[in-house]
């Protein structure tokens, strides 16, 4: 800790960039420093080929985790309630002039007269259901203050229609990868078990595949895994990139790059099989000890079902790989005990966010059992997590439900059900499978233009089946949706097709919108209402760093250490805006559920102590002490034995991993006690029997995993002539999802991120190749507009070979949405490149988001 | 005595950042006196990164450098300045005194490192001082500090035990430009990758249109060769070439060999090379 400025105090805080020591001098935030170990924390040493393998003593954060302070102080930072001027709830509401008038301050009492007004209101006229609500993913860290915790608390007991979010990072494994060998408790990933230690010791080679882990860090884990990649060069392990993006993994570690085409990547992965099969390169005893189907499968790859054998010759005329280098990668990767990067967590990808991105995710799971899964050095593994990790010792994750108790609605509450955080756990009476929900990439079209039918409520987690059932809006019985309250403001850079948010925040149906927000800034500003939250830097609690828990079950084994921090309030929020907290408190109170709200008035700092006492900190550190140090690092048993994922499975006994399982026990008959996977046969099956049984001759989503041509790509001949450019937007490098980006943050300033043009106007970055630059006259920095008939975004050209002709590559997670005429009609020069992206589902029965899947043409932008 | 200096390994830097946004929560709105006043808020960049990107889709190489003030030896911005406002402390850290050098702007350009940034409200050159405030607190910079991969190591010069002693030893660190004459305290490891060419290229059996492993590579160039072997994709790669002229000969038992003369003018992917069966 550093003390060289007299008068500076010093606290501890977390955020999803990792833990951080911030410093306050007079009630101002004058820096914030990665978390510092002490040498008495506990640590660990892996042994692996004559080599001694330990972390550092200092959390490796992200560099928007560094540039928190230009955030907090940022320039759209809401400091007061405020009312849209031409929004008058006793006459007028002028309803299409959303996201087009300014704003006037007013009091929170104001706020709240017409917040609770227009509540009362709309359950007068129309009953329950009417009002809609969802927050983005992420407002803020910490366990009390997140969404699945203070938010989820208030809505159930005020009762709300829940817009479901999409398994937005999952969706090929959720939607797909689980039909072949369960992990539905993980939306269909596997875990990362022990499997550093598994890498270190036994791999010969990593194939990265559609992942980029330097910038994805799995998920909350900052820069903790950077130093493992260096482990792995420093043994001499060799690493392959297959992604239509030179990435930034890729530029420090690459051996060997492909770019496929992409949604052509599962025609390459066909063919890798091919190789496999025709030249004897696989695990035949695993495939029939372990594995199911595979006959069939095998019949598709040759072309026995089809007439067209799946030879790499075949998949360069989809991909554009060469044939004979598909041919020397399936050799390479058959002789080597391989680590297979199916995307930054072990899964995810973008690959999983194309046009039948289903396929491409099963086929991963296919091919890593073609090479043994689960025998030493050979597995799904991203190099962000599996680093040794005490299970044991329990410490909830944000989606455990912290102080809401919510079991439906927050993933793996079974943990802490019984620790006693919330003395009264709420849940919705509307917001359940019987009652009414919408999935949030509907949320246009229910309000436009109902009625609707999709298939799967969120995150179908409880089980395989979850995801067949079908639901419709308005639900029988229930009301239209008339009331939004919107919590942060991302999804016109987030969710596809994004105009569609813009039409339907300006349709005259939705007659209230009220928008809780840290900043103004995309959504916020087509509400009628603003409440102003603050940033967890100014409230009290307490969290993991990178333990979301959930859907990812020991997610801080991506961390280097299990770092456990008391999120301290360094100061006092900015202007008039509160905690999320508090604002609840205000409205409970005026709506009179203020003590059922609190458990009887409890603070935020009695929900952290709950915290605390409900964990296992207890037995290892005082609450005093706690408070005193700040964080707590969590030791090793003394007896720690490495559990690699899947290593039982491969060895047929009994699971042995703390991995959880099933909610509800072991799929039927076949207890996961006996070797079996949560599959139906409890095998890796290659014809899916979950799928077999929901529709056999669903040939978007077949029981055989096959290579489908996109539904939007090379092969739409029509709309490709007019949009010959495939344009790919992963999820964003420098920001976590839209929290870092635009809002006066440094962020902005790194030319990978945004570019400042002539105009002075940072704006974000697309890349492009040469040869398609040129011929559009295009130079690196020039202002672009890229387009389709869904949208255009103006844009700063990054001019590079990092992408291939016919490919164009930009982030998502713009925060900003700023049209330079009428909203919803007009171009777009923030940055949202999800406005031109689609909003077509996955595939017919699997109703996921497919933004890879676009096609765009690009122009210099003259004006 | 005590002369602190970086060793850079660009090979390391994974281009996250963290130093660009340390160096800036450092020093924005914060005053180090007597060493630096605050740093404006946007378009200062005390720790840059440059980029470089060599060869063509599909054999390319990306490389970042994290760019500080070089604390020269023989820094040109002390040559530059007036009244000493640019002096040089014994531990061989160059400081703008940021009360004498307002209204200094050609210490701006006397910089060849573009290190030096212009406070346009104060009217006062600025720079990276390897966070000597924090130096003198018994703390090491931020950027070194925000660095995940190690990327960044700071230490003494002078002491022949350092980490950077020992690294600059044993990994042939450079200094960036050592034609301009500055003798920087600030060294780089692979600093090929951001001032050198390569040359590769993908060889293929004719008759089996298979990649040609194993087949010996050897590039001369003024009569001296080297050699190395293709690997499984059939690819060979030269790196860290100086512009000229080289001739690349491929040989492999039961084919005919193939000789390649190349201008090198910059990087250069020779793409897919066939060999014809003897």
Redesign the interface.
Known sequence: MSNNVKGEQVFTNCCTGGPVYVYVKDGKITRIEPLELSKDDATWVIEARGKKFSPENRARVSAYALAERSRIYGSSRILHPLKRVDFDPKGDRKQANRGKSDYKEISWDEALDILCDEIKRIRVNYGPGAMLSTPSSHHNWGNVGYRHSTYFRFMNILGYTYADHNPDSWEGWHWGAMHNWGFSWRLGIPGQYDLLEDALKNSEMMVFWSSDPSTTSGIYAGQESAIRRLWLKELGIKMVFIDPFYNFTAINFSDKWFAPRPGTDTAMAAAIAYVWITEDLYDKDYIKSRTYGFDKWRDYILGKEDDTPKTPEWAEKESLIPAREIRALAREWGKKKTMLAAGGLGGWGGACRTAYGTEWARMMVLLAAMQGLGKPGSNIWSTTGGVPFNADFVFPGYAEGGISGDPANSAAHFQMISRGVTMHPVSSAINNPGGQHIPRILVPECIMNPPQEWRGKGFCGNSTETQFMKYKYPEDGFSELKMFWRYGGAYIGTMNNTNRWVRMYRSPGLEFVVNQSIYLEGEAKFADLILPACTNFERLDISEAANCSGYIPHSSYGTNRRMIILQKKCIEPLGESKSDYEIFCMVARRLGFYEKFTEGGLTEEDWVKRVFNASDLPKYISWEEFEKKGYFVVPLPKDYKPTPTLRWFAENRKKDTPDWGPIGGATQGLPDSEGYIDTQTGLIEFESQSLKRFDPNDEERPPVTKYIPSWEGHHTKELYSKYPLQLISPHPAYSFHTMYDAKGCWINEIPEHRVKAKDGYYYWVIRINPMDAKKRDIEEGDIVKAYNDRATVLLAAQVTERVPPGVVHSYESCAIYEPIGEPGESPDRGGCVNLLTPHRYISKNACGQAPNSCLIEIAKWNK | MTRWGFVIDI????????C???C???H???DYPPYTASQP???Q?WMNLA?N?R????Y?????MPVPCMQCADAPCIKATRDGAVYKRPDGIVVIDPQKAVGQEQLVKSCPYGAIFWNEEKKLPQKCTFCV??L??G?IP?CV??C???CIVFGDLDDPQSDVSKLIKSANAEVFHPEWKTSPNVYYIDLHKMTKYFVAGAV?YGDT???A?GVTATLTADGRSVKTTT?????FEFDGLDVGKYTVKLEYAGYAPKTIDIDLKTDNYLGDIVLAKA
């Not at chain 2, 390319?60 to 970042?64: G, H, P």
């Open positions: 090979s390391k830097c994974n281009a996250c950042y963290c660009f946004t340390a800036k929560d450092e924005w709105d914060n808020k946007y378009e960049f980029r990107e060869g063509k889709y599909p390319i190489k990306v490389a970042y405030h924090r003198e607190a703390e931020r500090q925000a995940p991969s190690g293929v249109d298979e990649c492993e690997n499984n994709y059939g690819n």
